[in-house]
DNA sequence: CTGTTAGCGCATTCAC
DNA sequence: GTGAATGCGCTAACAG
């Protein structure tokens, strides 16, 4: 009851091993009919190619690892399936990696990934590994697409937009608004940390904070607003780190008798479909999730052919969609 | 600059291969001062281990394969989750497969996986492979989990629940309550149209039932409800497939100016993070997807250890939480 | 406790 | 157009 190889279809067909490995995955290097041939008796014989010797000889285990800090963060999912999808197409394989925002454990993900050969690394947030891991994955010389972010100095390659912008869009957006006592929902990761910077810098000066646990939740977007209206009951804004936290905060607003938007005005994060959907419709920053993925495929696979893209980051930007939760009269 | 394999560490430290071999993946086998000079050479050197090479002579691939029907289906993601977790602690990665509610892509999917050699495979739901394919996966000997749902014969083994026996229990607390004038929202899954199936029969006759195409939303939710409502505007109580689609449900029972749960309940069903934080709060059917997972790695577990778990049929059971939205006075 | 031998299944290199 | 030899990096089986 062993596994059939590529040795059982050449015999079969009576052809050499080659020339059965030929036909099968290189059928234009071959006499037309023995590529038919081989190929009948290969199904006929139930024959599945063991992709783990291919790809030990090619070195190429066509497959990619995600790095994610944890997967019910939903931010991350259309990025998750776009990828999932998308290399599927292109005969790669995803391999999950969860991080839960811990460094040891991101230091371990890509030790394993190297150790599996993977052909690339895409991951969510920027990679922060120890000097010693840092310099095995140089060495492994595998591409690594950071995402969902953007750095000065990425790791290798990136493709995600500017944090610290997409707050001070939120900001002038409520400046323009004319609101002056405004909050910010946050979760504690640390790119929600860089849209808050980016808030306060172009806002001028502080603003009621109330920081929650990652992952975001409609439970905490719930437990924010409360904390934020102690700090201030005269809230006319609130900026939220995540749709999550952000239709938590509308809830809670619901459940105080405060009317959205015009006691409250409430901004998210991340574009989940749900937004335009809510009552009132959600505000939110949209970013181009699946769009994330397809250019970090893209260029991870420019570098496994052996080129490079021509620019090592890309910016994908973002864009304010505004919908009733901020349109007061 | 060739990666560094084992021969280089077995060089650096004067021993053999094989020594070396042991001295990193079973150093009970050696004397311990040899363990720890290898261990040591392997780390100054910057030494990984090619898991693929492993894998091929070991016949242990080390990873498992999770296949869904679509990533954005929230209510898998507790599960997802879990199985990323709880696999990698057993030092198995996880390979995510995509088959979009498609029988072919299911089809090539497994190939793919038997191609991987991968040692388990986890499904959500029940798989349909064609004869020919099924053959090759029965050939391949890798054991497969089908969860979220029981079959009375699985492929393998299973985990899950009795999506008949949740309609049916929903229809019963529907009853109970002295409703007459219900009806279903639902996606076009087929698990969803099982929870249905149970609650028509236990329910004795048909009620109005708006179809939506999956994968479940807010929006749809919201179109589903208006449907509903066409066909009896008296509507008293809807049952929902999904969670997201209980939410849509609220929202546009609120737009319409239907108070919940007075003019009209909603029961949803998955048990997600959002519905105990709406409001009103959504009664919903209690799923542990996680449990699922814990369960499923078990299972696999045992069979890669060569015994078989003593149940190859685990029924987790469910659970009808009420909250609010169904909690009429 | 350690080493030698012999592959795992496939694809690259060279011949013919 | 086809095939023989060789090795990818590692470990199981046996020997010492």
Same mark, same amino acid.
């Given at each position: 009851m062993k596994a059939i190889t590529l040795h059982d279809v050449a015999k079969a067909a009576g052809v050499s091993v080659i020339t059965a490995s030929r036909a099968l995955?290189?059928?234009?290097?071959?006499?037309e009919s023995t590529a038919r041939r081989v190929q009948q008796v290969a199904v006929e014989i139930g024959y599945t190619p063991n992709l783990l010797a291919g790809g030990l000889r090619a070195r190429r285990s066509h497959t990619v690892a995600a790095l994610l800090p944890?997967?019910?963060?939903?931010?991350?999912l259309p990025t998750l399936a776009a990828l999932t999808e998308g290399l599927a197409a292109e005969g790669y394989q995803l391999i999950l990696g969860q991080t839960g925002y811990d460094r040891a454990r991101e230091d371990d993900l890509l030790d394993t990934m190297i150790g599996r050969r993977v052909d690339g690394i895409i991951a969510t947030g920027l990679l922060m590994p120890r000097e010693e891991v840092k310099r095995r994955l140089i060495a492994s010389r595998i591409p690594v697409v950071e995402t969902w972010d953007l750095s000065s100095n990425p790791f290798d390659m990136a493709v995600g937009f500017s944090h610290l912008k997409v707050g001070a869009a939120v900001a002038g957006f409520f400046l323009r608004k004319g609101w002056e006592r405004v909050g910010i929902a946050t979760g504690s990761d640390q790119r929600a940390e860089q849209r808050r910077e980016g808030f306060l810098s172009a806002w001028g000066k502080d603003v009621p904070t109330a920081t929650v646990p990652a992952p975001s939740s409609v439970a905490l977007g719930r437990q924010a607003l409360g904390r934020l209206l102690e700090q201030d009951?005269?809230?006319?804004a609130v900026f939220c780190s995540a749709d999550t936290l952000a239709e938590g905060v509308l809830t809670e607003a619901r459940a105080r008798g405060l009317? /959205?938007? $015009?006691d409250l005005a409430v901004c998210g994060f991340g574009?989940?479909?749900?937004c335009a959907h809510l009552l009132p419709s959600l505000t939110t920053v949209q970013v181009d999730g699946a769009g994330i993925a397809r250019h970090a495929i893209s260029m991870l696979l420019q570098c496994i052919e052996g080129s490079r893209p021509a620019?090592? /980051?890309? $910016?994908?930007g973002f864009e304010i969609v505004e919908r009733e939760s901020t349109r007061r009269v």
């Open positions: 995955s290189n059928p234009g290097r071959v006499s944890e997967i019910s963060v939903s931010q991350f009951p005269a809230l006319q009317r /959205v938007p $015009d574009g989940a479909e749900f620019e090592n /980051v890309v $910016d994908i």
